[in-house]
């Protein structure tokens, strides 16, 4: 989300042109925004429905170099976790059962599965998976793999160096053979990957013919994909909504901020069009 915030506001200017005024108005609409409730001056979000009020100290955003708004035409937004603030703890869980059933009922996995549950505290983003060992690997800037888990088994140091190394001759831990924990999305994903490492170890003969870690792992990524693309999501959350997703009553405004100073704004998401739209409509309608 966008956050105009500053101290000196006669001198912000999210207009197009040269001119004084800004997209909220004249200098007298700036001096209202210029004060919270205590009357001291602060950081203000511009987009606020309250008309700029002190923002919290949990949701201040750090920049580090600033950015001259004059010539920007249009502003696009990521859906997932940045316009749609999913609660990890309802929303995950409910990818992570909707997973677990494609992949009892259409990949062929045992119905045992239908128990596990799901802990949205577990993972981190940052990991690493090892698809054909069924490790997951946290490293360091260099690569180095500092600690390293086969299912939810910690590995020893003389397996992990013996597996990984402790040189500086390391594999990339690239794509094909590695995937990279690097989004909310992923965490649930790869917990299931673990569990179903643990699972196969202690039930070899429980899971379909032929399937290796790797193969596990595809199965997971295409469940989940079916869980998408069939609506199962996109069912769920339309039942309740505010039980999966963050409502945030500064988007609308902001929006509206933006559309009036001319530029355009856009979508930027790799979502299937029907949850995609169906998120987008929760914004359009609100007031």
């Known amino acids: 989300m966008l956050i ?37 001056e602060g950081l203000h979000v511009w987009s606020s429905p309250e008309g700029g009020c002190k923002i919290d100290i949990g949701k201040q955003i750090f920049c580090n170099r600033s950015l001259n708004m004059k010539n920007i035409l249009a502003v696009g937004f990521d859906m997932d976790y940045t316009l749609a603030q999913y609660k990890p703890e309802t929303f995950e869980s409910l990818a992570y059962e909707g997973t677990i059933r494609k992949l009892v009922y259409d990949l062929g996995y045992p119905p045992e599965l239908l128990e596990w549950t799901f802990d949205p505290k577990y993972m981190v983003r940052g990991l690493v998976l090892d698809k054909k060992r069924g490790n997951i690997l946290k490293m360091d800037r260099h690569k180095y793999v500092k600690v390293a888990y086969h299912g939810f088994r910690e590995l020893s140091k003389e397996d992990k160096v013996g597996t990984y190394g402790n040189t500086l001759i390391r594999d990339s831990f690239d794509e094909p053979d590695y995937a990279l924990i690097d989004t909310l999305f992923s965490l649930a994903e790869t917990y299931l990957f673990a569990q179903l490492v643990d699972y ?54 902001m929006f509206k901020m933006l559309r009036a100073s001319g530029r355009s704004t856009f979508l930027v998401t790799n979502r299937y069009i029907s949850l995609a739209d169906f998120i987008s409509s929760l914004f359009r309608h609100e007031k």
């Open 4 to 40: 105009y915030s500053g101290f000196n506001q006669s001198n912000s200017h999210y207009s197009k042109d040269d001119s004084a005024g800004t997209i909220l108005g004249d200098k007298a609409s700036q001096s209202h925004l210029m004060a919270n409730s205590n009357g001291v």
């Open 200 to 253: 196969k170890d202690n039930n070899p003969g429980k899971v379909p013919e032929g399937a290796d870690y790797s193969h596990m792992y595809k199965d997971v990524r295409a469940a989940v994909d079916l869980c998408h693309r069939d609506g199962t999501l996109k069912q769920m959350v339309a039942k309740d909504p505010k039980r999966y997703i963050n409502e945030d009553t500064s988007i609308v405004p």
